[in-house]
């Protein structure tokens, strides 16, 4: 059975984001000499390190509430991990401070606390279930922290028990359970109401929601559903009405709750909505009890306006021993079991394991919730390009004279697609990281790169430039400008004012192919010298002779020109940070007319 429930698991399971790079270089540049060098393949920055804790290399794993077997296993090929259940908020944070990563379930509360306890080590939090509602999500991101959760394994368990609990609120199975076990035989007490025929409204026509529609409508049940995001090809397939909020809960005999606790969502049903709900509905909730007003329905269900409640989450877990609610006669009560199947867990379990393996070793995660989700082939063919976006943010950004006060930057992608074919998200963010990063002590990553942008007053435009041509490449170039600064290299000045760099991808490797008004061609590795001179014969081997003297080994040199014997731009890539000495060397060549070195 586990088997066939993490295989169902898989089957929901969105593609893996393994990343793959061709490393081929065949330039053409306007003018180069290329030398044959290795590159490392390249990763996604979402995690600073996969942390080691100084003893041992492997990321550490805070495992706080239970997780199934298979899910445990994957974690401790990759992790050090540590169970530790029904810890004190106390202990939590005392904790984290040690941990690369942590998992939970719906019964503890990630909050601002533990972010900030973490002192920044705490890279990944996995929620192993659905609902983020026990997670500080802004925290999160303000701290670059990923979250990840496991949407699919437990959808088929969360539908079973919503069925479960209709038919056993529609027969009075509980109470008549209890009455027996006390020794009473009420047969006449415990009539039931019949669910052939009847209205179901299900509120959330998600995952769970439309699991819940297909199971009712087998059991003869007439099926609406109420909500504002849900496709109406989806609902229609399943041969269930999508109707507004009012006319769901108006004309239905049982409501079925499934949407997210949010803040449009929170107490949804209260004193209000119950007034407009037929006499004697009947009500089913295994979404969040925050979605419901907990004393609003004690007082529906005394005045008879809703027959019978089923409840499996609560505003509070668990509810106060004497909570009037479940208490309740008319009310049948399961505590947060709708996840509760040996097979979900496992499932789960393996989802979640499989989400936070794979962040920690710095890919993105399918099931991010506050990052970019970017399915798999597209982040393959954009991976190069997310490496050139961070590489001519960091380029920019250095270009600028004392290196503060960017403020605003506009970025212009050049395609021949379709502008809602090419997502940009990964790329902004990762111009971002290159723009704060070498000016800075944060650490910018996919998932707080926005927030960071915006904390330091940094705005950043995006633009598309359309191009005619074959859309088999995502982009033709980047151009990335900083306006309003001066610049440590007067060359870099566009006609329009702006700092301005320009930058391809050739054969999968990011190429920076203009500075200024210059076009040049230079592999984005190692690190950059830029030169202005003279254009005259023998430079290049001025300068790469200089650079060979003092043992900076040059992997490229290319030079732009505005036109012959003119002005040249000259860019040169080392592998060694030349010596001041060095540089001022080359700043000595009577052609040179100014020159930086610029680290990638
Ligand atoms: N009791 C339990 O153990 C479990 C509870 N859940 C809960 O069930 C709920 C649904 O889970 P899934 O179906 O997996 O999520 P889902 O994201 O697939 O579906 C939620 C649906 O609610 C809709 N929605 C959002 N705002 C709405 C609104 N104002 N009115 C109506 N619909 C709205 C969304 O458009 C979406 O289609 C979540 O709250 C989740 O936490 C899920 C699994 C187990
Ligand atoms: O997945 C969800 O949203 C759930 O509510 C399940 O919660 P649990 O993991 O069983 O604490």
């Not at 047969?187 to 026509?205: D, E, I, M, Q």
């Amino acid at each position: 059975m586990a088997t066939s429930a993490a295989s169902h698991a898989a089957s929901l399971r969105q593609p893996s984001l393994k990343l793959s790079l061709s490393s081929k270089q065949s330039l053409s540049p306007l003018f180069s000499v290329s030398f044959n060098r290795k590159r490392a393949p390249p990763r996604l920055v979402i995690i600073a390190s996969a942390a080691a804790d100084g003893i041992s290399s492997k990321p550490t794993v805070l495992i706080a509430e239970k997780l199934g077997q298979a899910g445990l296993d994957l974690l401790q090929e990759f992790a050090n991990v540590d169970c530790a259940y029904n810890l004190s908020p106390e202990e939590l944070c005392t904790k984290i401070s040690l941990c690369d990563a942590l998992i939970v379930r719906s019964g503890t509360k990630v909050n601002r606390d533990v972010f900030e306890s973490s002192a920044g080590r705490l890279k990944v939090v996995g929620r192993a279930g659905v609902g983020i509602d026990n997670v500080d999500l802004a925290a999160a991101t303000e701290f670059g922290c990923l979250v990840v959760n496991a949407p699919t394994a437990n959808t088929v368990a969360a539908a079973e028990h919503g069925i479960a609990l209709l038919a056993a609120m529609a027969r009075n199975v509980a109470q008549a359970d209890a009455s027996v076990k006390a020794g009473k035989w009420q047969r006449n007490k415990y009539v039931g109401v019949s669910l052939v025929g009847k209205t179901l409204a299900v509120l959330g026509f998600g995952k769970v929601g439309s699991e819940v529609a297909r199971r009712a409508k087998g059991l003869g049940m007439h099926v609406i559903a109420h909500d504002p995001y849900a496709p109406a090809d989806r609902a229609r397939a399943i041969g269930v009405d999508l109707v507004s909020f009012d006319e769901a809960i108006a004309t239905a005999d049982f409501i079925s709750l499934h949407m997210p606790l949010t803040p449009a969502t929170s107490k949804v049903l209260n004193d209000e909505t119950f007034g407009k709900m037929k006499k004697g509905v009947r009500i089913i909730n295994v979404a969040r009890g925050g979605v419901i007003d907990e004393e609003a329905l004690v007082r529906a269900l005394d005045s008879g306006r809703v027959a019978q409640a089923a409840l499996d989450v609560f505003t509070v877990e668990p509810p106060p021993a004497d909570s009037k609610l479940v208490q309740h006669e008319r009310v049948t009560v399961t505590p947060h079991l709708g996840a509760s199947t040996m097979e979900a867990q496992e499932g789960v379990a393996i989802e979640i394991a499989e989400a936070v393996v794979g962040a920690l070793k710095g890919e993105l995660a399918a099931t991010a919730v506050n990052a970019p989700m970017v399915p798999a082939e597209v982040l393959t063919e954009l991976k190069p390009f997310v490496e050139l976006a961070e590489k001519l943010g960091r380029l920019a950004v250095q270009l600028v004279a004392g290196g503060s006060g960017v403020k605003t930057v506009k970025v212009s992608y050049a395609s021949s697609r379709a502008p809602d074919d090419l997502d940009t998200r990964l790329l902004r963010a990762m111009i971002t990281k290159g723009l704060i990063e070498p000016i800075s002590d944060v650490f910018v990553n996919l998932v707080n790169a926005d927030y960071t942008a915006k904390q330091r007053g940094l705005r950043l435009t995006e633009e598309r430039i359309l191009l005619d041509g074959s859309p088999e490449s995502p982009l033709e170039f980047i151009q990335v400008q900083i306006a309003n600064v001066e610049s440590k290299f007067a060359s870099a000045i566009s006609e329009s004012g702006e700092i301005k760099v320009e930058g391809r991808v050739k054969d999968g490797v990011p190429h920076l192919t203009k500075v200024g008004s210059f076009e040049v061609d230079v592999s984005l590795e190692g690190s950059i010298i830029l030169c202005r001179q003279v254009d005259q014969p023998g430079m290049i081997g001025k300068v790469g002779s200089i650079l060979g003297s003092e043992n900076v080994n040059v992997s490229f040199m290319s030079v732009g020109r505005v036109a012959p014997r003119k002005h040249a731009v000259m860019a040169i890539g080392v592998d060694e940070q030349p010596r001041k000495e060095t540089l001022k060397k080359i700043g000595d060549v009577p052609a040179i007319e100014e020159f930086v070195f610029l680290k990638l």
